[in-house]
């Protein structure tokens, strides 16, 4: 991380009021600073896949967001969609209704979309939304998104009471596979709090301070 802290950032704007203007400055930071991704609403996914198409920087969009309360078809279609319009990761917000109902469909859901995403050659991330998960519902939904097939687990869409806790990242990190990544997100707005989670085990820092981030980072070197 000595020299490439922005290749852990996705740079996020998931809010319903964004404005073009706003979507044309992330692209434009996402360049300058050369992040990993961005994220936005799969409304924009077009736009930014060509924005972005000569970069090595990742289009990013979220399916089922942000309650992840659509059927699996929703789900299917709005992926095969995103994937058309030119998502390079798509970040899916598992059936927390069906988890916590105690049902089997969550593991079946993900692994129909994993199999779509992958045929394609694309990365799947599953958001199972720590807030509402004890330890041992971290851990379960870990296995079960690691036994689907998804790239990576990813705590939080920004909508929930809390987002990212490095107590989570460390239980994660323990459950998963070494070849399973982590992204965290939701409430990640200094430094010191992104390069402990980093520390803990994730792979990714998803933010809307990404830009922010970056710059007290580099200050930090300075």
Known sequence: MKNNFNRFL?????????KQEEVELLIREA????????CVPSFWVKKVHSELEQED???????????GFEDTATKVAETREAIKNGADELD??????????????PKIEIAQIAKICHEEERVLKVIIETAYLDESQIREACLICQDAGADFVKTS???????????????????LSSNI????????K????????IQAGADRIGSSNAKALFEAWKDSKS
């Open 10 to 18: 996705e740079s996020t704007l998931l809010k319903p009021t964004m």
């Open 31 to 38: 360049i300058e600073y050369q992040f990993v991704g961005v």
């Open 57 to 67: 920087i990742q289009t990013v969009t979220v399916i089922g967001f942000p309650f």
């Open 92 to 105: 899916l917000v598992w059936s927390q209704t069906a988890f916590h109902s105690g049902m089997n469909w």
């Open 157 to 175: 869409t920004g909508y929930a009471p809390s987002g990212a806790k490095v107590s989570d990242i460390q239980l994660m990190r323990q459950t």
């Open 181 to 188: 990544g982590i992204k965290a997100s939701g409430g990640i």
């Open 190 to 197: 200094t430094l010191d709090f992104a390069l402990e989670l």
